[in-house]
């Protein structure tokens, strides 16, 4: 999924279908463990599922085990994937507080994104730039914080966030169907594309 996603391979039509059936095949043999059902419904909704089947997938993961902090991380994502910003910032908080030491996963990058989409742009960029010093070589990020950028003004930053993205990937401007709300996918495209030069 990260490899097709952040433009690491050179043929991500054929990693997207992989993924897809590695993830279905993987709830018809693990139905039961909330870890794998949890990271198996991440997949299928990145690639196009019902994201709300998705979220449902994973709160029935958290209830059989209340304190999987890894749980309330993915189930934050898909809900900010959802348009469900304040829900997801909240998730994904409880996923820190239940395991503030282990990495499971960008939480500072999601919750900048959510702030993003709530149009709460100061807090969108400190996230997002200690979501970078976290994950340098993340590409997520970047791209958010160039859309950040773009949209309060700040169009050299921008471009120069731009330009370390393509250090890391020449994906720059993502398809971003993950996003379901039309309206969040629309506002970050249009900054991105524009902090891109497109």
């Not at 054929?14 to 993924?19: D, N, P, Q, Y």
């Not at 910032?89 to 939480?107: K, V």
């Not at 742009?121 to 958010?144: C, V």
Request: aromatic residues 10%.
């Amino acid at each position: 999924m990260q490899l097709a996603e952040n433009g690491w391979i050179e043929e991500p039509e054929m990693s997207s279908r992989k993924a897809v059936e590695l993830a279905r095949r993987t709830l018809d043999v693990a139905e039961y463990d909330p870890g794998i059902v949890a990271n198996a419904a991440l997949v299928l909704a990145a690639f196009g599922e019902d994201i709300e089947t998705m979220i449902g997938l994973i709160e029935r993961a958290l209830a059989t085990q209340p304190s999987f902090a890894r749980g309330w991380y993915l189930s934050g994502a898909l809900r900010v994937w959802a348009g469900q910003h304040d829900l997801g910032i909240a998730q994904i908080e409880t996923s820190l507080r239940l395991s503030p030491r282990d990495r499971i996963g960008t939480s500072l990058n999601l919750i900048g994104q959510a702030y993003f989409f709530k149009h709460e742009f100061e807090k969108a960029l400190s996230n997002l730039l200690l979501a970078i010093q976290d994950h340098p070589g993340y590409p997520h990020p970047y791209r958010f914080l160039a859309a950040c950028y773009a949209h309060v003004g700040r169009l050299d930053e921008a471009r120069e966030t731009v330009s370390r993205l393509r250090a890391i990937t020449s994906l720059v401007i993502p398809d971003a169907s993950f996003l379901r709300n039309p309206k969040d996918r629309e506002f970050y495209l249009s900054a991105l594309r524009l902090a891109a030069g497109e």
